[in-house]
């Protein structure tokens, strides 16, 4: 694909109008971005996987195998842009605190694929995330190092997906979108030893709420995929999390019946 849809994006000047909907937007890696990418294809979706210089070498081979059709390869210099950047140092805001802001976070951030986010959730309906919660007193970047609890996030997703959850969020924050519409749904798979296990999340579907800043567990699920939509999340999954990402799509199925 041509980087049409991501200039688009980074651009702010979506033609959502020239979209073929519903769509989703994810990175092709291992684990949560191939099967959301499987998913949607089996439910004629559209699909787009952003990827940036270098990026594909770490695409999952499922993915380079039979979704590499979806593939959009978004240049440097896009990523590099004042509108991703801007994005970018506001999710800082709220990610590396205190002792982890050191002169190199920027490089570190940037090794957990963070830019490439804001290509997926800038724009979305709805963003779907399965992955994992940091430990309070856990450091953001590894989720392994000890920190002042004060410098954990908030919004605790683990890993690069984490950065994609607050940027979507951020958009929610501070007089800019409507809270109520923020669709950030979050399945916790609490995957490695080191994460956060919290019984009120762990093995189930939760919403992010803006306003009191806490996960809001969702006893029928969310909604399934609509619009324009993310699916993201860790390269590592349970087969709990496997069958949640499976169950979004198959539940829209079995309701068409």
């Not at 980087?3 to 989703?24: E, F, H, K, T, Y």
């Not at 004629?44 to 770490?58: A, I, M, R, T, Y």
């Amino acid at each position: 694909l041509e980087c049409g849809l991501a200039q688009q994006i980074v651009s702010g000047n979506l033609d959502r109008s020239s979209l073929q909907l519903p769509m989703l937007l994810s990175g092709a890696c291992d684990g949560a971005d191939e099967l959301f990418g499987e998913m949607a294809m089996n439910s004629k979706h559209q699909l787009v996987h952003f990827l940036g210089p270098g990026d594909e070498e770490q695409a999952s081979a499922l993915a380079r195998e039979t979704q590499a059709d979806a593939f959009e390869h978004v240049k440097e210099s896009l990523l590099e842009h004042s509108a991703v950047a801007k994005a970018f140092d506001k999710v800082g805001e709220s990610r590396v605190l205190g002792s982890q802001r050191t002169s190199d976070f920027r490089t570190k951030v940037g090794e957990i694929l963070a830019r490439r986010s804001f290509l997926q959730v800038r724009f979305a309906d709805a963003v779907y995330v399965v992955g994992w919660r940091l430990d309070k007193g856990k450091d953001q970047f590894t989720g392994r190092n000890d920190v002042d609890p004060r410098e954990t996030p908030v919004l605790d997703v683990g890993g690069g997906t984490g950065w994609a959850c607050q940027c979507y969020a951020d958009r929610f924050s501070g007089g800019g979108e409507d809270p109520a519409q923020c669709n950030l749904f979050f399945f916790d798979d609490a995957g490695p030893p080191w994460s956060r296990k919290d019984p009120a999340t762990e093995g189930k579907w939760s919403r992010w709420n803006v306003l009191s800043k806490t996960w809001e567990h969702l006893e029928d699920g969310p909604p399934k995929p609509f619009g324009l939509y993310a699916g993201i999340g860790s390269i590592r999954l349970s087969d709990r999390a496997r069958s949640a990402i499976r169950g979004l799509y198959r539940d829209r199925a079995e309701e068409e019946e």
